[in-house]
């Protein structure tokens, strides 16, 4: 349930439909990243884990409505919904109609993921910097920020948690790469479907079901 609740964290937080210019800022960039109204995004995943030989693939939608809701409804190879709103996180199995909620506090384990979200959705640098050294870099074809969390154990000889978004010139981010302290990673291709009324609508219908509402 956390690793699924830190894949839609993370996800999420790259997929609203920013302008992002060759020659752009950070600062910019982030002044940017706020959706103004609800977006759908199309998304294939694949995910890198240790003790798997092979990949996890999966695919399905994305939807972001301002100020605070976001679903990741995967459509393969299983169907399930998770979703944040606000503070609560939902998780609903499709196959066998199972729903579970928690609630979000800064005590748990993904705290980090919890930082860069907040902090990249409401465009706050010094949040994102007291717990991640930050690279952006651009040239005439793409853009890229990279997260690089500080906190971790070296002691365990665990790597830093690292996110890497990229978007070409001019364009929204197109990928994501999420590599956890263990070495599992997990790569997002993205690619916008719908907005406005029509991304609300799905959402709405998406929603009712994740929470059980009639």
Not at 11 to 23: C, D, E, Q
Not at 51 to 74: C, I, R, W
Not at 179 to 204: F, R, V, W, Y
Request: aromatic share 8%; hydrophobic share 40%; proline share 5%.
């Amino acid at each position: 349930m956390i690793q699924l609740n830190r894949t839609l964290l993370f996800s999420l937080l790259f997929i609203t439909p920013t302008l992002s210019y060759a020659k752009d800022s950070l600062e910019t960039v982030l002044a940017r990243m706020k959706p103004e109204t609800a977006i759908a995004i199309a998304y294939q995943e694949k995910r890198s884990m240790g003790l798997l030989a092979d990949d996890l693939n999966a695919s399905g939608y994305f939807y972001v409505s301002p100020p605070e809701t976001m679903l990741k409804e995967q459509l393969t190879p299983d169907a399930e919904i998770m979703g944040a709103v606000g503070k609560q996180l939902y998780y609903y199995k499709v196959d066998d109609k199972q729903r579970y909620q928690m609630q979000m506090n800064d005590s748990m384990p993904m705290n980090l993921h919890i930082t860069a979200f907040n902090g990249l959705m409401n465009g706050d640098l010094a949040a994102l910097e007291s717990v991640y050294h930050i690279e952006f870099n651009t040239d005439d074809k793409q853009w890229t920020i990279t997260l690089t969390a500080k906190d971790y154990d070296e002691e365990e000889e665990e790597q830093p948690l690292k996110v890497i978004m990229q978007g070409l010139a001019e364009k929204p981010a197109n990928n994501l790469v999420i590599i956890e302290a263990d070495g599992d990673s997990t790569e997002l291709s993205l690619k916008p479907e719908c907005t406005g009324k029509t991304a609300q609508e799905l959402m709405n219908s998406k929603l009712k079901i994740l929470t059980g509402q009639p």
